[in-house]
Every structure is written in C-alpha cells, then in structure tokens.
C-alpha cells in the first residue's frame, strides 16, 4: 500500500498533516485520520467537497461537469471525495478549520537558546523545543504563535529555518520602543527562558518551484523568504531563477547579507536587489520603497510566482501594481505584519 503525506490548509491558516493510502479517496484517508472534511454525496455531484490542490499529483475518480468544470479542473480544484493521492499533496480548503478539526492546535514547550540584535532594530531569537515532543512540521513560509515569558501574552511570527530543521526555530523580530516581546527581548531575555510555541498557522508558503520566482520583502518580511530560501537549497530545486527585493527603512535594519550572498554559491540562480527608504551617508543601493523595484522585466511575461511579505502598505502597493500589470492573481502569494 502506497502512502503519501497530505497537507490541508485551512481558511484560518491552520494547517493538518496526515499519511494518505493512494487507493482510499481523499475524503476516507482523512476521515481515517480523524479529519472531518465537508461533504455531501461522496459520488462527486454536489461540490461540497471541493478545494484547491496548490501541490502534488493527483487523480479524480468520475465526477460530473456540474460540480467541477473544466475551468475549475485546469485551476487544480479537486473534488476530494473522487481524489487520489500520488504524491505529496497540499489541499487548500475555504472554510476555517474548526469544521473539520475539533483539537486545539498543537502547542510545544520550548526554551530560548539565542538572543542577538543583528541590526539596529532587529533581533535573532533561536528557540529550541523539548525534545521528547515531536518536532513542528510546518511549510517554509508559516507562522507560529510565541509567548511572551513572564506575560500571558503571545506574538505571531515566521519561520526562518528550513523546514527540515526540527532541532531548533529561528525567527527574526523588529524590536520596538514599546511592545510585549520588544520589551522582553531587549531588557529581560536570557537563554533557558522556557516559550510555548503555537502552531504552525499561514496560508503564505512555498508552492513548487515549476516557474521562476520573485520574493519583495521588507524589513523582517525577509524571515519566511529565508525560510524558502534554505528549503530550496536543500532540496535541490535550482531549476529556475529567483530575484530577491529587499527593503528597509534604514541601511542599518537591514540584516542576512552573509546569508543572501551565500545562496548563489549553494547553487540558487538568485539575483537580489536591496534599498532603504531614507538615504545615508556610504549607502551606495536604491532609495525609495522596495515595491518600486517592481518592473515588467523581471516577471518573465507574467509566467512567475511571486511572494510578498512585510507591512500592510507595502504589500497593498505591490499588488496593485501587478493587478495592474495583469499579473494572475494565483501567482501571487502575500502575507501582511504588523510588529508588536
């Protein structure tokens, strides 16, 4: 018996992981893990069941035209009452999970093992968990929530490891003058500091690399990128071109250089772009906001992924200009922040 690991993605961002048989239909194998999924008929006629597969291969059983059309069918929509799994898929739903799901989402203890302020506003946490839990499993690209020691208070934020990493999570937080984990990071945090991690959340995560890509972040909206970034490398998926746009207020908020200029040698065809908001003295990149290094030239005729990360306006600017551009709206993939 051939399995498979399936992925649902949830309205709320919550995500399940579960093995898949390729002879049950999608409905059974997660009924089977407990995953209640909507549904109607189960003889693929009413749509009650439908989602999007954003990755993976798969094939339907028959199905009228009625509850998938061919235009549907050409956009990945599944029915999963009539699907088979043949690979590792990811399913998006349009509806929050607590439909399906009657468990709380999963939550880790785990301590601080490193807090170092790697530019003028933003600080490295590296958290470790209790090993004897099983490791988060997440797509590059989601979020967890974090608690704030000494406070009942918790913040969202993104990984920025790899995904096969489950020995320790590192995020990148924009510390504040006033605010929950700005003021733990910057006056109390030590390592050992035991955290609660959340999760994994997000409906902003890697799909497969079949097309070139381009990344806009700004200021620590390069925390998931990073996370995509090592994911690719590690998976050998070098195929296609990626160009990085990188922001900031400042040239001393901006952070990963090392890193960025690593890639290129890990074998990644990346090409990045960096500017800041406010020119200084010895600052030799763009000036302006990083959306304005969107251009026709570097989306490969509308053929290309692009993700978007960082605050509100920038991420409403950027798409949009490419809404604009006529870009296809299922090739745009965003998450908005807003640091506390």
Not at 137 to 165: C, D, K, M, W
Not at 186 to 198: F, I, K, L, W, Y
Not at 274 to 293: A, F, M, N, P, R
Not at 307 to 330: F, K, N, R, V
Request: net charge negative.
């Amino acid at each position: 018996m051939t399995t498979h690991a399936v992925t649902f993605v949830f309205e709320d961002g919550r995500i399940v992981k579960f093995d898949a048989s390729e002879d049950d239909n999608l409905y059974f194998a997660a009924l089977k893990n407990k995953v209640r999924i909507l549904t109607d008929c189960l003889e693929g006629a009413c749509a009650t069941c439908k989602g999007v597969c954003t990755s993976g291969t798969y094939e339907l059983d028959e199905y009228t035209e009625e509850a998938l059309t061919q235009e549907e069918f050409d956009r990945r929509e599944v029915l999963t009452c009539q699907m088979h799994v043949k690979s590792a898929c990811v399913i998006e739903f349009p509806y929050e999970s607590r439909v399906a799901l009657k468990s709380k989402p999963d939550s880790r203890v785990a301590r601080v093992a490193e807090v170092e302020m790697i530019s003028s506003t933003v600080a490295k946490l590296v958290v470790e968990p209790d090993g004897a839990a099983p490791p988060i499993s997440f797509i590059p690209g989601q979020y967890v929530h974090l608690s704030v020691p000494g406070t009942s208070e918790q913040r969202s934020y993104s990984f920025a490891n790899a995904a096969f990493e489950s020995d320790k999570y590192t995020y990148y937080i924009k510390v504040l003058e006033q605010g929950a984990m700005s003021d733990y990071l910057s006056q109390r945090a030590q390592p050992g500091d035991e955290m609660t991690v959340t999760g994994p959340f997000g409906r902003f995560y890697l799909r497969p690399a079949v097309r070139p890509i381009v990344m806009v972040a700004g200021g620590t909206g390069l925390a998931p990128m990073l996370s995509m970034l090592d994911t690719l490398v590690a998976n050998d998926e070098t195929d296609h071109p990626i160009h990085l746009l990188y922001g900031a207020n400042t040239a001393d908020e901006l952070f990963a250089f090392d890193q960025l200029a690593a890639y290129a040698e890990q074998g990644l065809d990346i090409t990045t772009e960096l500017c800041v908001v406010e020119q200084s003295e010895g600052w030799e990149g763009g000036t302006g906001h990083v959306t304005g290094l969107l251009r026709t030239e570097i989306l490969n005729a509308g053929d290309c992924e692009i993700y978007l990360c960082g605050p509100p306006p920038m991420i409403d600017a950027a798409e949009s200009w490419l809404t604009g551009q006529g870009h296809d709206p299922l090739l745009i993939h965003a998450e908005k922040f807003v640091p506390s």
